[in-house]
């Protein structure tokens, strides 16, 4: 039986459609979980119940401050351990974005990964092309961003996904592999040209202040992880390549353009 962890999750749940698509034997779990879906809490422990289960693929918990993302990794690596789980898939993420402020999570889950002694694959996801687009700021007909013109090897979510499904699917020829799923480079400009409006550059001091002034809802950690996003693209740190995502796939990946300019869409007001 195949785990997908974050079962209620945009990653999660379709990675978990992707596999049953495929015909594969997989469930999900989520501390909030619907029907035929386990319920894992990474944060209480007693509900880390893995018997059962074959592969783990292990969506990363992130949307806390690192301290608290690894802790509850550990405390599923500890339970995948305990009852005998036979592989681990982890969605980490993409090589280049080691500077990214919210990276050393990752990385640190990588470690534990490796250190469990289990047989791993860990699949290190660029950003995703959704979060490129939503991330444009409509003003006054047109897109703003503090992206300038740097490219994001961006790439769809759905892709992800569907890498994940394959690898967890068959998980022995990707042993103690690691994976870099990036996509083509895209900029704000092209996805203001597909979208038929203008783009207009504003300055990392000003994105962030909006940010801290005039965005409702984000938590502290999220800011200054958005910040480091946007300058990441700025500055041409995130704009590399790689093959690993066609070969898992076995196609052409998505285009990330459509799928940003989808997202900026959907969030016009």
């Given at each position: 039986m195949i785990?997908?962890?974050?079962a209620?999750g945009?990653?999660?749940?379709a990675?978990l459609a992707?596999?049953?698509a495929g015909?594969?034997?997989?469930t ?11 319920r ?11 018997a059962?289960v074959?592969?783990l ?16 990794h ?8 305990r009852d ?6 982890y969605?980490?993420?993409?090589t280049a ?12 889950t990588e470690?534990l ?9 860990i699949l290190r996801?660029g950003?995703?092309a959704?979060?490129f687009g ?6 006054g007909?047109?897109?703003?961003s503090a992206?300038?013109d740097?490219a994001?090897?961006a ?11 394959v690898?967890a699917?068959?998980?022995?020829p ?17 996805v203001a040209d ?5 783009h207009r550059?504003?300055?990392l001091?000003e ?12 938590l ?7 910040a480091s996003i946007?300058?990441?693209i ?12 066609t070969?898992?796939l ?15 869409s959907?969030a016009?007001?």
């Amino acid at each position: 039986m195949i785990l997908v962890t974050g079962a209620n999750g945009n990653l999660g749940s379709a990675a978990l459609a992707a596999l049953h698509a495929g015909g594969a034997a997989a469930t999900g779990g989520s501390r909030t979980p619907g029907e035929g879906v386990r319920r894992l809490d990474f944060d209480d422990r007693g509900s880390l119940d893995l018997a059962g289960v074959s592969t783990l693929v292990l969506v990363s918990a992130g949307y806390a401050e690192d301290d608290r993302v690894v802790a509850r990794h550990a405390a599923v690596l500890d339970a995948a351990v305990r009852d005998g789980v036979g592989h681990v898939v982890y969605t980490s993420l993409t090589t280049a974005g080691d500077h990214l402020g919210f990276a050393l999570a990752h990385r640190a889950t990588e470690r534990l990964v490796r250190a469990s002694g289990l047989p791993w694959t860990i699949l290190r996801n660029g950003l995703y092309a959704e979060l490129f687009g939503g991330l444009l700021m409509w003003a006054g007909g047109g897109v703003e961003s503090a992206f300038g013109d740097g490219a994001l090897a961006a790439v769809s979510r759905e892709d992800l996904a569907e890498a994940a499904a394959v690898v967890a699917s068959d998980p022995a020829p990707h042993g103690g592999r690691v994976y870099d799923l990036v996509g083509t480079p895209v900029t704000a400009g092209q996805v203001a040209d597909e979208l038929g409006v203008t783009h207009r550059t504003v300055g990392l001091g000003e994105y962030r202040r909006r940010l801290l002034d005039e965005t409702a809802g984000l938590l502290p950690f999220q800011p200054p992880m958005l910040a480091s996003i946007a300058t990441g693209i700025r500055h041409g740190f995130l704009d590399g390549t790689a093959p690993d995502l066609t070969d898992l796939l076995g196609r052409a990946a998505r285009d990330p353009l459509a799928t940003a300019a989808a997202a900026a869409s959907a969030a016009r007001p």
